[in-house]
């Protein structure tokens, strides 16, 4: 028994029946459009770091450099220099340290006001701490006029991952 002889697909739809489907854009795709409308750009929505809470992402905020101290300068023949310090910064509603990395260290000197811009809180020992990475933004800004509130110092406060059981109803 031998099977009928197909005849190759040519431009346009399979023939009915064959249970083959059109793959690809779809017709309307090939047609020539207008230029794209821009999309218009958010305003970004500040944050205090009273605000803040453990694995978050997203946070803009404008703070106070109070202090920087280096915490590794590394040196290595593939990557280069790296350096990692911890400053903490504030706003009037509390403080945090801040994990700055390489080129970042040279941003967030004592006394200078800042924006952070798509920051994240990461967890070290069970202690938040504000960093930024390559999909966010330090910028200095001019300074601020509010008295950092320095007693209400986020990083201090311990949190501790709990798994939390489902109950069977």
């Known amino acids: 028994m031998s099977t009928p002889a197909r005849r190759p697909f040519r431009r346009g ?4 029946g064959t249970g083959y489907v059109r793959r690809g854009p779809p017709a309307d795709a090939a047609k020539p459009r207008g ?3 821009p999309v218009p750009l958010r305003k970004p929505v ?8 453990p694995q978050t992402h997203g946070h803009t905020l404008t703070a106070r450099v109070l202090s920087a101290r280096t915490v590794l300068e590394k040196h290595s023949t593939h ?6 310090a911890e ?3 504030g706003d009037h509603t509390g403080t945090i340290l801040v994990t700055a990395r390489n080129d970042q260290i040279d941003l967030v000197k004592p006394d200078t ?4 811009r798509n920051a994240k809180i990461d967890m070290f020992k069970g202690t938040m701490r504000l960093a930024v ?3 966010g933004r330090i ?9 950092v509130k320095e007693d209400n110092n986020m990083s201090l406060v311990e949190y501790e991952l709990v798994d939390v059981a489902e109950e069977e109803d």
């Open 79 to 84: 990557v280069g220099r790296t350096r990692v």
């Open 35 to 37: 230029p794209a409308a």
């Open 139 to 147: 910028e200095v800004t001019d300074a601020a006029e509010f008295k």
């Open 133 to 135: 990475d390559k999909w």
């Open 113 to 116: 006001t800042v924006i952070f």
């Open 87 to 89: 400053c903490l910064v």
């Open 13 to 16: 739809a399979p023939p009915p």
């Open 46 to 53: 500040f944050t205090t770091i009273d605000q803040l809470r």
